[in-house]
């Protein structure tokens, strides 16, 4: 991977969180471009990096903090994940599927998914990238860019 | 936490979530997140241009594509809401008003007159000469009439229903605002009219048009339930049961759910034909027909029949696996209800063109072949039951007494055998007195965002321990019909010391030997103008206007667009209205301050937001003794006491 060092990461503000879940549907439309450039399109269920939850009035979303000491990182066997100026990134080619970091991850925000290679299934696990392509560009990640309050900061 | 107040419902609960049927509470907690800009009224889906959000924290898109304010949006959201409930209550009148049209006119052999007293009086009611006039045409002038309030060309006139039943001051008040309404339809598609794209964009005019439309939710109610005590009996006093404990093992159980008792009254004479076959199918006790919702009300007050449950557990009488049969009419009907009774034996049959469930059986009344389809929906109850799973049967064993059928009628009946000659005169010294310090209705819904039915219980309990009456309808009357206090016991158990003492008094004269309830039943939701008649009645004789009575209204559970427009009524004329939920305004601080103390300065009536309902019972108390204040009554219990010492 050749992530950017000026990456941004994000931050919330959970009183102006209106629970919209305007991010986790950018999530979901970014992926399906993913998915569709990639050819597994409709073979994949398609799950957002971000989730919003509700617990009593408070609304608010939960995404990968990418920590310093990455319990994902740390534990998975693959040596799938690693960190790359700052950001926590999974190395899709090299994941097994095994789901441990989606075990280990104490924000809940990693994910399995499987599609099908032939008569093979696949199962890889999915987590949030910050965008680094689109930021590379000087684009910004696509949750933060539909957030219509701007809970969600970039810092 | 549990979900439901009463145990019963809860029990039900769990067994469905032992059965994995999603429920209305399971269906909630699913949709969480809610979408704070829907929450807040500031979404607007008027055009195609949107949908536009405000965003209610920054200056950035602060106003819709068109320009559209969230002052605007707010307020046009919140009167459509209104339009949406007027039309529900007032196509309802309209449908009583058309039936007894027909019946004057020999067109229907199902319906006739009941209440030929109510009908004279009606007539005297609405300025109609009654002296010679026969009863059956008399019933078509006042169809006449009422039909008249929903198709008066003439913007200069009142609809009868309003200006004939409330106060003149009142009147000439909302006359100056320039509020009152000629037209019932007229005003619904005023308001649809004014909000389109490009229309009224002044959010204090659009709530003012709001206000006259849910005046034409008003006089659409006073048609349903009048007309509908004409057609089918104006309630009187009746001793029934209610809560799920109602459906029984060894009879063939049909729940009659909805709003709309020219269905419902159908079934129920047709169903007492039917015993035998019931009987002969193995059900020893034969038809045992019960209510949900509103349409339960209707027939609780007019028949005795129990009241299985209110709206938020509709779903419950299925899990009970001892339902054979639900027929439901309009409003307030899930749509869930096909796949709960696709888990169990349950027939579920539609019955209305306008309120159809996609798979579900639809068997149409209303047509002159209506006893012969009602036949047909009973015979399918009754098969229904032969595929009962009695394994699967879960019959909670709580059912509580209940008294309803106090119609305003019913209660100034009830008074007059004290003073035949000044009925009112009995409650209006108790009043003053300070024995019963006030009044307070309760009205509205179930909202799976409460433990259901706790806050009417939580205030209710609170409220009469102080010594106010409790008037109830609708779905809150369902929650004290369930929940065990409308009964003399709950008189016994909760009433202050002399609010107890005019109970049992009145109680005794009435002949029931025992105290009234402390809170009493006046019906269905539409059936909210009871409480008003009885208020107007009050008024007026004491030449005081609705907003200086110590009375109150209070919508702790309310969901529906017709709770927002019966509530935007009562303020309307004059009463504050407690509301135990945030409705969609607080987008627009303009809105939300019109709401809650502006509209004081201009219709003395408003709302106030309270979400915990024993403070919300605080705040009630509290209104009531600055009304009491304001009337120069006695304004603490002290100094009633003291009175009496002296």
């Known amino acids: ?155 | 936490m549990n979900d439901c107040y009463n145990c019963s419902d809860q029990s039900l609960i769990e067994k469905a979530e032992s059965e994995e049927i999603d429920l209305v509470w399971q269906r909630y907690e699913k949709m969480k997140p809610l979408c704070g800009f829907g929450e807040q009224g500031i979404c607007c889906r008027i055009c195609m241009k949107g949908p536009c959000r405000i965003n209610p924290f920054g200056r950035k898109r602060s106003v819709g594509i068109c320009g559209a304010s969230a002052d605007t949006i707010v307020a046009r959201n919140l009167v459509r809401m209104i339009a949406s409930g007027t039309s529900a209550h007032s196509l309802h009148g309209k449908e009583v008003a058309k039936t007894l049209m027909h019946v004057a006119r020999g067109e229907t052999a199902i319906y006739s007159v009941k209440d030929a007293i109510k009908l004279r009086n009606i007539a005297h009611k609405l300025n109609i000469e009654t002296d010679g006039n026969d009863l059956i045409p008399l019933a078509g002038v006042v169809a006449a009439n009422s039909l008249m309030d929903y198709s008066r060309m003439d913007d200069e006139e009142i609809c009868n229903w309003l200006k004939y039943t409330i106060p003149d001051a009142r009147l000439e008040k909302l006359k100056k605002l320039g509020i009152t309404t000629s037209n019932i339809d007229g005003s619904i598609s005023d308001i649809m009219a004014r909000t389109h794209v490009g229309t009224d964009a002044d959010a204090v005019n659009i709530l003012l048009a709001g206000l006259r439309c849910a005046l034409a939710d008003y006089s659409g109610m006073q048609v349903a339930t009048n007309l509908s005590d004409v057609l089918f009996g104006t309630p009187q006093p009746v001793v029934s049961q209610a809560s799920l404990g109602v459906l029984r093992k060894d009879a063939v159980n049909i729940a009659i759910h909805g709003h709309n008792p020219l269905l419902s009254e159908i079934i129920v004479d047709v169903a007492y034909k039917m015993q035998a076959e019931a009987v002969a199918a193995g059900a020893t006790y034969g038809i045992n027909i019960v209510g949900v919702c509103c349409t339960g009300n209707e027939v609780l007050l007019r028949h005795g029949i129990p009241l299985a449950t209110n709206y938020l557990s509709q779903e419950l009488a299925i899990i009970t696996g001892a339902l054979d049969a639900m027929i439901v009419d309009v409003q307030c009907i899930m749509p869930s209800l096909a796949k709960v009774s696709a888990c169990y034996h349950t027939e579920l049959i539609t019955t209305m063109p306008d309120a159809k469930i996609a798979g579900v059986t639809h068997i149409e009344l209303g047509s002159g072949d209506s006893l012969k389809k009602a036949e047909l929906i009973i015979r399918k109850a009754i098969d229904a039951y032969k595929n009962r799973d009695d394994d699967r049967l879960s019959i909670p064993a709580e059912k509580n007494k209940v008294i309803a059928g106090f119609s305003a009628e019913a209660i100034i009946d009830l008074l007059g055998s004290i003073n035949s000659e000044d009925p009112l005169s009995p409650l209006i010294e108790n009043i003053v007195n300070g024995k019963i310090r006030g009044i307070v209705l309760f009205a509205g819904c179930n909202n799976v965002k409460v433990k259901q039915d706790h806050n009417f219980v939580a205030i209710a309990k609170k409220l009469m321990a102080q010594n106010i009456l409790i008037l109830a309808t609708g779905c809150g009357a369902g929650a004290f019909a369930k929940n065990s206090l409308m009964n003399s016991e709950a008189t016994e158990n909760y009433a202050g010391n002399t609010l107890k003492e005019v109970l049992t008094f009145l109680g005794f004269e009435a002949g029931l030997n025992a105290p009234l309830p402390p809170v009493l039943h006046m019906g269905s939701c539409v059936d909210n103008v009871r409480s008003i008649d009885l208020a107007v009645a009050i008024a007026n004789r004491l030449g005081v206007d609705l907003n200086q009575l110590p009375l109150v209204a209070s919508a702790p559970e309310l969901m529906s667009e017709k709770a927002i427009a019966i509530g935007s009524w009562v303020v309307t004329l004059g009463i504050p209205l407690h509301v135990g939920l945030t409705p969609p305004v607080t987008g627009s601080s303009l809105v939300t301050n019109v709401l809650t103390s502006e509209l004081k300065n201009i219709v003395d009536g408003y709302f106030m937001v309270e979400e915990n309902p024993l403070e919300a019972a605080d705040k009630i108390i509290n209104i009531i003794e600055e009304k009491r204040l304001a009337l120069n009554l006695c304004s603490s219990l002290d100094s009633l006491s003291k009175a009496e010492v002296l």
Request: glycine share 8%; proline share 5%.
């Open chain 1, 1 to 155: 991977m050749c992530i950017p060092k000026e990456l941004k990461f994000l931050a919330v503000d959970a009183s102006q969180c209106m629970g919209c879940r305007n991010c986790e549907l950018a999530c979901s439309s970014r992926k399906a471009a993913q998915y569709q450039a990639e050819g597994i399109l409709g073979n994949i269920r398609i799950v957002p990096n971000i989730f919003v939850g509700q617990n009593g009035l408070t609304k608010t979303p939960a995404y990968c903090r990418h920590c310093s000491a990455a319990f994902c990182k740390d534990l998975c066997p693959a040596h799938a994940i690693s960190q790359e100026n700052g950001v926590i990134i999974l190395d899709k080619d090299k994941c097994l599927g095994c789901g441990i970091c989606e075990q280990v991850c104490p924000y809940g925000v990693i994910t399995l998914g499987s599609f099908k290679i032939g008569d093979k299934t696949k199962t890889i696990a999915h987590k949030c990238d910050l965008c680094f392509d689109q930021q590379s560009v000087g684009k910004e990640p696509a949750c933060y860019a539909a957030c219509p309050t701007k809970a969600l900061a970039l810092v």
